[in-house]
């Protein structure tokens, strides 16, 4: 009985180090002919039982937090976990006696199709997917509610999960890597409705390390860099403004943009007084749209938001992501469109961030002479990389669906789409030896990609009234892939397509 009550030393030791692949495999219900045994790890537990109905069978600590227990019976379809936490527990879980489902009995979140299209960087919505979700599940104890994780980390030896909730500082909560995806993924019943967490990286280097994760939808506010699980309730009330807009060209209609850097625009204000105060300043000098500087989430300030650490999170300094989605609808209902800098050419190296996520050079391109952005210190997406360019594509996807925004303005274009971009004689690879000059690097794919997801008539969802406008450094202007005459500053180029060509497209002559 000892020995089924304990994993095999080889996966008890990679368990406790927290790189295991399935720990699934070790915890939760696991049939042993007649019997049923049930583990648990929770290193701060004191005691912990295994409830069933009205039978309550306490289980043997094993050592590091390890319990277990066998059970007198099989087919086990439910239970819960009983487990005494001493007084002074320092973290969010509830002290003294704690009754919770086991996260660990449950299937995967994440179906073979979402998988298998996210492999080929085709999943619409993959935000869906990927990152954290509230979930409730029916089960014949009661419905369970918790959250599920799932984070993309294919070269990781082992992925846990960290939190208020944990104390930050264990390897009680690991994630199981799903097939060959590179998806790990766990449930967590009862998790904290707001509550924060990072994801603990094994690298493939050695390295450990505590990243935000790359699909939160929320964050807590710089400095701080934790990841929070979030929720929306919110109420449009620009049906309206969304009907009508499917029914416009935004290239033939006239614009008057207002540009606003939300932060130094009127200093100190929330998203909700943004409402009032943005929305009747830009009505009254009679502007048609406003462009908000980077609002997606990022550590450094002086950026105006132009180092994105969390592409899917609005910056928490001036509220919720409701709160956001709260200024978007006031200046729809005011008729006024809003356009957002979008920033898909390069992020930061902050090392809880996305940069050598699990200790491979993983969303940048493993090549430094394409893989990092000598003149800001980033790092360069790997575009040709079909994960990658799905998390992009699907980010401005999200922007769109998830906050009614109606355009992109994408920044730093000709970094993207030109190789020796600001590098010095040798510095640099061409992607076609012989055409040297040639855009490529992947960016043109994964643009052609994204422009048949927001609009046009090659996309099935039929997004219309989505505008683009993309920022292209003079120099790069001879030879513009669907890039048009220049209408802001000399630099920025509007179209509905970001694409190789678009023969009939109407340019824009300069003001």
């Known amino acids: 009985?000892?020995?089924?009550?304990?994993?095999?030393?080889?996966?008890?030791?990679?368990?406790?180090?927290?790189?295991?692949?399935?720990?699934?495999?070790?915890?939760?219900?696991?049939?042993?002919?007649?019997?049923?045994?049930?583990?648990?790890?929770?290193?701060?537990?004191?005691?912990?039982?295994?409830?069933?109905?009205?039978?309550?069978?306490?289980?043997?600590?094993?050592?590091?937090?390890?319990?277990?227990?066998?059970?007198?019976?099989?087919?086990?379809?439910?239970?819960?976990?009983?487990?005494?936490y001493p007084d002074a527990a320092a973290f969010a879980e509830p002290t003294g006696i704690h009754t919770v489902a086991d996260g660990y009995r449950f299937a995967p979140t994440l179906g073979e199709v979402d998988l298998h299209?996210?492999?080929?960087?085709?999943?619409?919505?993959?935000?869906?997917?990927?990152?954290?979700?509230?979930?409730?599940?029916?089960?014949?104890?009661?419905?369970?509610?918790?959250?599920?994780?799932?984070?993309?980390?294919?070269?990781?030896?082992?992925?846990?999960?960290?939190?208020?909730?944990?104390?930050?500082?264990?390897?009680?909560?690991?994630?199981?890597?799903?097939?060959?995806?590179?998806?790990?993924?766990?449930?967590?019943?009862?998790?904290p409705p707001d509550g924060l967490y990072k994801f603990r990286i094994h690298g493939a280097d050695g390295s450990v390390s505590d990243r935000a994760d790359p699909f939160a939808f929320a964050t807590e506010v710089p400095p701080r860099t934790a990841s929070r699980v979030t929720h929306s309730?919110?109420?449009?009330?620009?049906?309206?403004?969304m009907t009508q807009r499917a029914g416009r060209d935004p290239v033939a209609e006239p614009m008057s943009i207002y540009e606003v850097h939300l932060g130094s625009w009127r200093p100190g204000l929330s998203y909700r007084q943004l409402t009032v105060e943005l929305t009747e300043y830009v009505v009254q000098h009679g502007f048609t749209h406003v462009e908000l500087l980077p609002?997606?989430?990022?550590?450094?300030?002086?950026?105006?938001?132009?180092?994105?650490?969390?592409?899917?999170?609005?910056?928490?300094?001036?509220?919720?992501?409701?709160?956001?989605?709260?200024l978007v609808d006031a200046l729809h209902r005011a008729g006024i469109g809003v356009i957002v800098d979008w920033v898909p050419a390069h992020f930061p190296k902050?090392?809880?961030?996305?940069?050598?996520?699990?200790g491979t050079p993983l969303y940048e391109h493993a090549d430094p002479r394409r893989g990092e952005q000598l003149d800001w210190?980033?790092?360069?997406?790997?575009?040709?990389?079909?994960?990658?360019?799905?998390?992009?594509?699907?980010?401005?996807?999200?922007?769109?669906?998830?906050?009614?925004?109606?355009?992109?303005?994408?920044?730093?274009?000709?970094?993207?789409?030109?190789?020796?971009?600001?590098?010095?004689?040798?510095?640099?690879?061409?992607?076609?030896?012989?055409r040297p000059g040639e855009p490529g690097g992947g960016a043109v794919p994964a643009g052609a990609q994204r422009d048949r997801a927001p609009g046009g008539a090659r996309n099935r969802d039929h997004r219309r009234g989505i505008d683009l406008l993309a920022r292209c450094h003079p120099r790069y202007q001879p030879w513009r892939p669907g890039l048009f005459d220049e209408v802001e500053h000399g630099l920025d180029a509007r179209h509905a397509v970001l694409s190789r060509s678009r023969p009939g497209a109407p340019l824009l002559s300069p003001p």
């Open 233 to 241: 309730d919110y109420r449009w009330g620009d049906a309206d403004w």
């Open 377 to 434: 210190g980033t790092y360069v997406f790997d575009f040709g990389r079909p994960e990658v360019r799905n998390f992009l594509v699907a980010n401005a996807l999200y922007w769109l669906t998830e906050f009614h925004v109606d355009g992109l303005r994408v920044d730093a274009v000709a970094s993207m789409l030109y190789l020796d971009y600001s590098r010095p004689e040798g510095g640099w690879t061409p992607q076609h030896p012989r």
């Open 1 to 84: 009985m000892a020995r089924q009550l304990a994993p095999a030393a080889a996966d008890l030791t990679r368990l406790l180090a927290g790189e295991h692949h399935d720990p699934h495999a070790i915890l939760g219900a696991h049939e042993y002919g007649e019997v049923t045994v049930v583990r648990v790890l929770r290193p701060r537990a004191r005691r912990a039982v295994v409830v069933v109905g009205t039978d309550r069978f306490p289980m043997r600590p094993l050592g590091s937090g390890l319990f277990a227990v066998a059970l007198p019976l099989t087919g086990l379809a439910d239970y819960r976990l009983e487990l005494h």
């Open 117 to 191: 299209l996210f492999a080929e960087g085709r999943h619409e919505r993959l935000w869906d997917v990927l990152g954290a979700h509230r979930r409730t599940f029916t089960t014949a104890g009661g419905d369970v509610s918790g959250v599920s994780f799932a984070v993309w980390a294919p070269n990781a030896t082992g992925v846990g999960l960290i939190g208020d909730f944990n104390g930050w500082d264990s390897n009680d909560a690991p994630l199981r890597a799903l097939g060959s995806s590179g998806v790990w993924e766990v449930f967590w019943p009862d998790f």
């Open 350 to 358: 902050d090392a809880w961030a996305l940069g050598r996520f699990d």
């Open 295 to 326: 609002v997606a989430e990022h550590p450094f300030g002086g950026s105006w938001g132009y180092q994105v650490t969390s592409y899917y999170a609005p910056t928490a300094r001036f509220g919720t992501p409701d709160d956001f989605r709260a």
